[in-house]
């Protein structure tokens, strides 16, 4: 319990590292993936070239394949294979965010109008398949069958965890034990796979591959409940997008929330969250009843445990350098603004 208060000290510390200043030591090698990660999706079709352009040009935070090279160097030394790994990682995240944009008919990406704003649906989906296809290839071409596996499971578990949440959601019936199914499919299952390539890359002590995999599925957790408690923010922190409430998805800060009222408040915030159109008074009372009934301060406690026992359990490894880079990364993972 003294650890986790000590991280939980970290985490409420608005001085924390940047992440610019977090990845510094792997600054190098992050410059050299995104050269790879380059090299690797040119194509002479003149459309999916003009499209691919425009893609590099949505960085996000890389948080994944950061992932897969801290781990790599924890254990070893960063190489060719850890390049692979991570180029694969980033092909996939980036196929599946595309086609979630085709699906929820997004117009924004990252502050950039949306692939299938720009060039349609169609164009949206054959841009994800590409990058599909191209992250097997690569593994291929490098006869990294162990890396294809591993990734291929993380696909499967993805896909897996978003229709179990399509079906949930329809019935309305989410419980606690039904949100960390769910979410330990759709998002932690690649995060555990970042960590878990990354120590293949480097090592070939089965107890470290095993380990670091239990690792990213407990930071993944962690990751997708700050996701969630973004929706329930307040507008100090930026303007909450609502979402989830808008979308009537049960996620955790609701379900503590619930879990914590009288049976009468419950049933009426059900009611509102069931309902197709949400008035803004609606939204505001789903928000306010979460606040009020420590679903926020249910949900931090919930992440923050996930976070540390990732950490606790990294200790127990022999990790060569870079422990308190990885560290911070997880700090910064559960402290992010958005």
């Not at 929820?104 to 599909?132: H, M, P, Q, T, Y």
């Not at 591993?150 to 949930?168: F, P």
Request: glycine share 4%; hydrophobic share 40%.
């Amino acid at each position: 319990m003294a650890e986790l208060a000590t991280l939980q000290n970290k985490s409420g510390n608005p001085e924390s590292a940047s992440l610019d200043e977090i990845i510094s030591p792997i600054s190098e090698h992050i410059s050299t993936f995104r050269q790879f990660f380059k090299d690797e999706i040119d194509t002479d079709v003149f459309l999916l070239n003009q499209i691919i352009h425009y893609l590099l040009r949505q960085k996000g935070k890389e948080i994944r394949p950061t992932l897969v090279l801290m781990s790599a160097r924890m254990f070893g030394e960063i190489d060719r294979r850890s390049y692979v790994a991570a180029t694969m990682i980033e092909l996939l995240h980036t196929a599946t965010l595309i086609h979630d944009d085709v699906v929820d008919e997004a117009d924004k990406r990252r502050g950039f109008a949306s692939i299938n704003k720009l060039w349609k649906n169609k164009a949206g989906v054959l841009l994800g398949d590409f990058l599909l296809s191209k992250g097997l290839l690569i593994a291929l071409d490098n006869e990294e069958y162990q890396l294809l596996q591993i990734l291929s499971e993380a696909v499967k578990k993805m896909s897996e965890g978003e229709l179990r949440q399509l079906k949930t959601a329809k019935l309305f019936n989410m419980t606690e034990e039904r949100y960390f199914q769910i979410i330990s499919e759709k998002t932690a299952s690649l995060i555990s796979a970042c960590c878990e390539c990354g120590a293949v890359s480097s090592t070939d002590d089965e107890h470290v591959i095993k380990s670091m995999k239990s690792i990213g599925l407990k930071i993944g957790i962690a990751f997708q409940i700050k996701d969630d408690l973004f929706d329930y923010g307040l507008d100090d922190i930026g303007k909450p997008t609502r979402n989830d409430i808008k979308e009537r998805k049960v996620t955790l800060p609701l379900i503590k929330a619930l879990e914590n009222s009288t049976m009468t408040k419950s049933l009426m915030i059900r009611r509102l969250m069931k309902k197709r159109k949400k008035s803004s008074g609606d939204i505001q009372k789903i928000v306010t009843f979460v606040h009020e009934n420590s679903g926020i301060e249910s949900a931090e406690k919930l992440m923050n445990q996930y976070a540390q026992e990732a950490l606790s359990e990294l200790k127990e490894l022999p990790v060569q350098k870079g422990y308190e880079d990885f560290e911070q990364l997880t700090q910064f993972i559960i402290n992010r603004k958005k």
